[in-house]
């Protein structure tokens, strides 16, 4: 059985965890140990300074992470989604809301060619939307480099996730989009859900 990259990511706190309704029980990303004690000092009298009260979200990169046209929207990335403030991540292109993480971003993901997925449009992005059974994907439609987003419903509805990250993902010139005669406009999956 083969998996999508968003079943072999790490997007979820813990080391190649496919699913997201262990979204709940996601621990810290570990703390890296440092071998000098300047080193420690140094962060230590960071996290002081900074207030730093979430740890950061170990997240794969997508493959193509490093395109400069994720860096365009990656610098246009909302502090909160569907309510949840935005933490730290370790690797490029990413971004991750609520903590334990309910909303995971990767930029660099591939694009998605002809589908028969459900497709819906919100605030002019096209989104190709699949339940896995315990978690949403959202991968951007039409846009290269693609964007994957990985939500909890239970705790983040779709609709907010999409509107909250538009203007940002609208920084990826689109080159296509659903072809739908009337695609489904958000909301959709999980709008009754609380935004925390």
């Not at 965890?17 to 810290?28: E, I």
């Not at 403030?85 to 334990?100: F, N, V, Y």
Request: charged share 20%; aromatic share 4%.
């Amino acid at each position: 059985m083969t998996t999508t990259p968003a079943e072999r990511s790490t997007a979820l706190c813990l080391p190649r965890l496919p699913r997201l309704s262990r979204l709940s029980r996601l621990r810290p990303s570990r703390i890296r140990r440092f071998r000098s004690v300047g080193a420690v000092a140094v962060v230590g009298l960071g996290l002081i300074v900074s207030g730093c009260g979430a740890p950061v979200a170990d997240v794969e990169a997508a493959p193509e992470a490093t395109d400069p046209v994720c860096a365009e929207a990656m610098v246009s990335l909302p502090d909160a989604v569907a309510g949840f403030d935005r933490r730290e991540t370790d690797s490029q292109a990413t971004a991750a809301w609520g903590e334990p993480s309910a909303v995971i971003l990767r930029c660099g993901v591939p694009v998605p060619g002809p589908t028969t997925e459900h497709c819906v449009t919100a605030n002019g992005i096209d989104w190709v939307t699949r339940d896995d059974g315990e978690f949403w994907t959202l991968t951007t439609y039409g846009r290269s480099p693609a964007v994957e987003v990985l939500f909890d419903d239970t705790r983040a509805a779709s609709s907010s996730v999409m509107v909250d990250l538009s203007s940002a993902v609208g920084r990826i010139p689109a080159t296509g989009g659903c072809t739908t005669s009337a695609p489904t406009q958000a909301p959709i999956p999980g709008t009754d859900a609380p935004s925390s």
